[in-house]
């Protein structure tokens, strides 16, 4: 569900605002709105465990706010590698596509092992006990975990922001590049015809 919302919301909200501020705002309410459970049952606010229904019902809400915006954040960071793509190769003459996305691929691998590494880390320095049954497990235990997670998420994902914050491709400057490459595009066809091989020239363009 949050997938959908965030693929019907992302693209309509990008050409509004822009994609560098959809991205920072989508990944600071992702993570706000993720968190707020835990925090809220931390200070004894949130939902206690009886009745289950509305519990489940207010954790499914949370879950697809989170995740809308967390799939929004990343298909307008996808979305602004391939402008990065294109900025470079106006200021290079160089297509190298394949260099970015696999850098990204291989950045988004690291991610994943560390994640899972800085997981066991939480675990075991919250003293989360091995072969752990659900409901028997002290409630001091799972208060360390989650105090020890929630500022772990937040800091990560604020170094995200800060990170996306020197995004510097605005519209206007996408354009202007869209449009040099096509027309190095119809250069390099033409050259291509008469035998005589060519590049885009590379240009500085002044940061937005």
């Not at 049954?133 to 998420?153: F, K, S």
């Not at 400057?173 to 040099?180: G, Q, Y």
């Amino acid at each position: 569900i949050a997938a959908l919302i965030a693929l019907f919301l992302a693209p309509r909200a990008a050409r509004r605002f822009g994609k560098r501020a959809v991205a920072v705002v989508a990944a600071a309410l992702g993570v706000s709105l993720g968190l707020m459970p835990l925090f809220l049952r931390q200070l004894g606010l949130f939902l206690p465990i009886e009745p289950e229904g509305p519990l489940v019902a207010t954790l499914f809400a949370f879950a697809t706010i989170f995740g809308t915006f967390s799939a929004t954040s990343q298909i307008m960071t996808s979305a602004m590698i391939a402008d990065v793509v294109e900025d470079s190769m106006v200021r290079t003459g160089r297509h190298a596509a394949g260099t970015f996305f696999a850098a990204n691929a291989f950045m988004k691998t690291c991610t994943s092992g560390f994640g899972v590494l800085g997981a066991g880390l939480l675990l075991s320095l919250s003293g989360f006990p091995e072969k752990a049954i659900p409901g028997q497990i002290a409630p001091e235990v799972i208060d360390r975990l989650v105090w020890l997670y929630m500022p772990t998420i937040a800091i990560l994902w604020a170094i995200a922001i800060v990170f996306l914050s020197f995004y510097r491709i605005d519209r206007a400057r996408h354009e202007e590049n869209v449009r040099r490459v096509r027309e190095s595009a119809v250069v390099e066809d033409l050259s291509a015809r008469a035998g005589e091989p060519t590049r885009l020239p590379p240009t500085v363009l002044p940061s937005s």
